[in-house]
């Protein structure tokens, strides 16, 4: 099985600390010419008989706000319609403007979503997180949640398992 794997999110959440992760080593970005091409090459993980491609989806981050209400909402969402997988990336509490800006995109998508809930690490009572779980689902019916910590590296595995499975 091959496919690709969309990491959105806003900036902070954790995204590279994630990738980083993930793929053992530092991230090598390949391109960066969102103008041309639909996706962002940023690593590639064989295991076995699963590849999964990560990629960044040009359009979905707030630096590229103005050329996004251009083309929005449209091609962003049909960018990541060319992906297997969308990993939705948030921080455990912290929700911004930024947040609700990818929401809205993410909810267009026809495949598999992810929501990885980030910085488990940071939470002191587990109670904290689901008043916001259960508002971020609601959002997203059909997406399952995963809370990980990038930074120690929680729950990296099952998430791996959870990705593999849909590709
Ligand atoms: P990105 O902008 O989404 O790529 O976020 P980064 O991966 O650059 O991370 C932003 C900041 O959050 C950095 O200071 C990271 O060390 C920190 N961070 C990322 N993941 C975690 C986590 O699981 N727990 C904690 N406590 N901090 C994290
Ligand atoms: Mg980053």
Not at 14 to 20: E, M
Request: glycine share 4%; net charge neutral; charged share 25%.
């Amino acid at each position: 099985r091959c496919g690709y794997v969309a990491i959105v999110g806003r900036p902070n959440v954790g995204k590279s600390t994630l990738l980083n992760h993930i793929l053992g080593q530092k991230l090598a970005i390949t391109s960066r010419k969102p103008q041309t091409t639909r996706h962002t090459l940023l690593g590639i993980k064989t295991e076995g008989e699963v590849q999964a491609i990560y990629v960044d989806t040009p359009g979905l981050h707030k630096e590229n706000e103005k050329a996004l209400n251009r083309f929005m909402n449209k091609s962003a969402s049909q960018a990541l319609r060319d992906v297997d997988v969308v990993l939705f990336v948030v921080d455990r509490l912290r929700w911004t403007d930024e947040d609700q800006m990818v929401l809205e995109r993410v909810q267009y998508v026809s495949c598999p979503v992810l929501i990885v809930v980030n910085k488990l690490d940071r939470m002191e009572d587990k109670n904290e997180l689901l008043p916001h779980l259960e508002w971020l689902t609601q959002q997203l019916p059909n997406a399952e949640v995963v809370p990980v910590s990038a930074l120690q590296g929680r729950n990296i595995d099952r998430l791996e398992s959870l990705i593999a499975e849909r590709l």
